[in-house]
């Protein structure tokens, strides 16, 4: 009896192999043990990427601090709220006790915070780490840092420099993108997170006040999704490096556009809050669908696809 090929979901990110390319990004969720547990039992992503970690815990802006737009999409700002370096080893541990990577994102408000900060994710055995270099919304973190090319270059530089595991550098939706990604790429980072947030604001036309606490807040969702493709598909043509593409995967179809413009893998954030953890297994299923629709027997195949015309 004739009997249809398997088909083959597994990629590898940084020499490291993942089941599929669906995980789950760093977002407002991730910054509890037992939501760790409960993402990768409800989800079953390929890893699961922590809220940003620094060194000392933040409390964040005061709420609102995010908002559902009536246009699609969230705006927030939290704040870069997290319980600091001691939540380290509890958030990673959840994932060897599921056999599900866990890589450790953190930021730090100086060179030294970025190195300690990513030898403690070492130490604790976090499979990777990601760069938050790219948060629009936090004054002396993330984008004042991750704008500049000279302080990209050092700060992958210094940080993969004292450890084994890969550097992940998460940059912004800027118009040097491309020239930031190639000195991550020379600092040492072993693959580029696109995107993270783009700035944005929302105003209460009854009250005639913003609405987020911090005024300006990270746009997220599906208003993002074109920007980032045509900031992966820019990045794969110039460079051809390993990416993990961010930014309005809702579905199959928004995620297979990231693979096609060359990413490698995804990460799911705003589609969570509004359908839950499920959304993440919902998207897998599609992908082989669609690969099996296509005739195509493994993720390889469409990976930079769309570069071939």
């Known amino acids: ?25 760093s977002g407002v969720l991730n910054d509890q043990p037992n ?26 802006y005061q709420p609102p601090i995010i908002i559902e737009l009536s246009q699609g999409g969230y705006l927030n700002a939290v704040g870069l709220a997290n319980p600091g370096r001691d939540a380290i080893p509890s958030l990673v541990e959840v994932g060897h006790r599921y056999g599900v990577p866990v890589i ?10 970025f190195i300690d900060l990513a030898i403690l994710a070492e130490e604790y055995r976090s499979i990777a780490i990601e760069l938050n270099l790219s948060c629009p919304h936090v004054k002396g973190l993330g984008a004042e840092l991750g704008r500049d090319p000279k302080m990209v270059y050092t700060i992958t530089k210094d940080t993969s420099s004292v450890v084994k595991i890969p550097i992940l550098a998460k940059l912004g939706p800027w118009d040097n993108v491309v020239e930031i990604s190639s000195k991550a790429l020379e600092g040492g980072a072993k ?17 005639m006040k913003p609405i987020l606490s911090n005024v300006i807040g990270g746009l997220s969702g599906p208003p993002l999704h074109p920007i980032a493709i045509r900031i992966v598909y820019e990045v794969y043509r110039e460079l051809k490096p390993e ?9 199959y179809e928004t995620a297979i556009e990231f693979l096609l413009a060359g ?5 799911v954030v705003s589609a969570i809050i509004k359908n839950g953890f499920r959304v993440v297994r919902d998207i897998v299923s599609g992908i082989e669908s669609y690969l099996k629709f296509m005739n195509l027997k493994s993720i390889d195949e469409i990976i930079g696809a769309a570069h071939k015309f």
């Open 1 to 25: 009896m004739f009997k249809m090929a398997k088909i083959n979901l597994k990629t590898h990110i940084s020499g490291i192999e993942i089941k599929h390319p669906v995980m789950i990004g």
């Open 191 to 207: 693959a580029l997170v696109l995107i993270n947030t783009i700035k944005g604001m929302a105003i209460d036309i009854y009250v």
């Open 263 to 267: 990413a490698k893998a995804v990460q």
């Open 35 to 60: 939501l760790i547990e409960r993402a990768i039992i409800e989800g079953e992503p390929s890893a699961v990427v922590t809220k940003t970690i620094t060194w000392e815990p933040r409390e964040g």
């Open 243 to 251: 990416i993990i593409g961010v930014g309005g995967v809702v579905n």
């Open 104 to 113: 450790v994102s953190i930021a730090g408000s100086s060179l030294k915070e």
